[in-house]
């Protein structure tokens, strides 16, 4: 009942920046939490970034703090994922995910948008 949209992934050099974002529709509930997760090829899925409405504090996976912000445009159900010195290994899919409660599982996913950092 929740769908996400992405978008904003592409292709950068090395050093370079993005702006992902990810907007959520359908049946929204005020407590919800969104956030992004990635996959690189032939690697597991790994946990980048999620705000909670119980907190106006982002919580970021240690290897991304200080190059990406996670902010969130409460009036339109968005948050965007804005990444700074961009490094090949960041190179993945990027997902989008929703959580209708946060504290809970992640709930939904989006269909992923292709980030990729050139050498």
């Known amino acids: 009942q929740v769908h996400l949209v992405e978008s904003g992934g592409g292709m950068v050099q090395t050093g370079g920046s993005l702006r992902l974002s990810c907007a959520a529709s359908?049946?929204?509930?005020?407590?919800?939490?969104m956030g992004w997760f990635r996959q690189a090829a032939g690697k597991e899925r790994e946990f980048v970034a999620a705000?909670?409405?119980?907190?106006?504090?982002?919580y970021y996976a240690d290897f991304v703090k200080g190059r990406f912000t996670l902010s969130r445009d409460a009036a339109k159900n968005t948050v965007h994922l804005q990444m700074n010195n961009l490094k090949p290994e960041d190179t993945a899919i990027y997902y989008c995910?929703?959580?209708?409660?946060?504290?809970?599982?992640?709930?939904?996913w989006g269909q992923g948008t292709q980030v990729t950092v050139s050498s």
């Open positions: 995910v929703f959580d209708v409660s946060a504290g809970s599982s992640w709930d939904y």
């Open positions: 359908g049946n929204i509930a005020s407590q919800y939490a």
């Open positions: 705000i909670g409405w119980s907190s106006n504090t982002p």
